[in-house]
């Protein structure tokens, strides 16, 4: 995977697409386990980080916030898409505006 790539249309579907289809939360980490809280007073084992890998504790955490880390920042690049896409409508019609402008001066 090219890091350096924008993030296009169809990732973003796709990895929408991960994050719906995952198990619903709030995902949580606790001790060694990344779990699910289903309602009630019990937690459903997602994961279990094994202590032989370094981070194993930084890794759970990732982990379980990237459950709802995941739909916020696809909702955010959509957004920024968006914002972007008008801005870029605005530069070409100011653009415009000025060569239309500068020819009426001519």
Sequence with gaps: MN??????PDELDAMEARADAATRGPW??????????????FDVILSEMHTQ????E????????ARSDVP??????????????????SVAEYQRNLIETDQGTA
């Design 28 to 41: 949580d980490y606790f001790s060694k386990f990344v779990t699910v809280i289903l309602g009630g007073d």
């Design 3 to 8: 890091e350096n790539k924008p993030i296009t």
């Design 58 to 65: 930084e890794n759970g955490v990732f982990i379980a916030a």
């Design 72 to 89: 916020r920042l696809v909702a955010e690049v959509r957004r920024l898409h968006e914002e972007n896409a008008a801005l870029l409508k």
């Design 53 to 56: 890998f370094d981070k194993y």
